[in-house]
T-cell receptor
Framework: EAGVTQFPSHSVIEKGQTVTLRCDPISGHDNLYWYRRVMGKEIKFLLHFVKESKQDESGMPNNRFLAERTGGTYSTLKVQPAELEDSGVYFC??????????FGEGSRLTVL | GEDVEQSLFLSVREGDSSVINCTYTDSSSTYLYWYKQEPGAGLQLLTYIFSNMDMKQDQRLTVLLNKKDKHLSLRIADTQTGDSAIYFCAESRTGNQFYFGTGTSLTVIP
């Protein structure tokens, strides 16, 4: 069975540009989470989907970040326009109702 | 607050025991977890402990929980070079939320 897959694995963009990160969950995992880790800091919660609905988006830093999960399958996280402080590793994690959280390998974003 | 705190680095010699510590803030946490991240990989669940337990042992891993002090530790016995990784402590609270620490980078010296 395929795990959680994220794309791209690494993206380097200039300040002001747009980047879209994608997460494909494990099939049947209704719960999908986005997290971000800035170097040397904790992994911070961004938001949580249950199927296509945003259950909790309290961790989204500002309105430059937009997450979607149309159809309740894959999810995208768009940053527009990107700023220097958005650099970090963005993790996607999915799970069934109360089970283990399965993580993707992360998408490293570098904003120059 | 939401802080889950860990030391950033730990070095041990191969064969010794490693102890990675974590403190958390929310006494209502239901489960506490240890995740391992190897280079270039995502986080993988190593072990977890329910908040009403004091200790859990799983082969070389021992998890100790002190609820009074909100302190969690992970002991790895007979540490091997393959144990070199970043270890994240995490707590789950009501509402399906997880809070992670900064991660402790464990280096095992041969």
């Amino acid at each position: 069975e395929a795990g959680v897959t994220q794309f791209p694995s690494h993206s380097v963009i200039e300040k002001g540009q747009t980047v879209t990160l994608r997460c494909d969950p494990i099939s049947g995992h209704d719960n999908l989470y986005w997290y971000r880790r800035v170097m040397g800091k904790e992994i911070k919660f961004l938001l949580h989907f249950v199927k296509e609905s945003k259950q909790d988006e309290s961790g989204m830093p500002n309105n430059r970040f937009l997450a979607e999960r149309t159809g309740g399958t894959y999810s995208t996280l768009k940053v527009q326009p990107a700023e220097l402080e958005d650099s970090g590793v963005y993790f996607c994690a999915t799970r069934v109702d109360t089970g283990e959280l399965f993580f993707g390998e992360g998408s490293r974003l570098t904003v120059l | 607050g939401e802080d889950v705190e860990q030391s950033l680095f730990l070095s041990v010699r191969e064969g010794d025991s490693s102890v990675i510590n974590c403190t958390y803030t929310d006494s209502s946490s239901t489960y506490l977890y240890w995740y391992k991240q190897e280079p270039g990989a995502g986080l993988q669940l190593l072990t977890y402990i329910f908040s009403n337990m004091d200790m859990k042992q799983d082969q070389r891993l021992t998890v100790l929980l002190n609820k009074k002090d909100k302190h969690l530790s992970l002991r790895i016995a007979d540490t091997q070079t393959g144990d070199s990784a970043i270890y994240f402590c995490a707590e789950s609270r009501t509402g399906n939320q997880f809070y992670f620490g900064t991660g402790t980078s464990l280096t095992v010296i041969p």
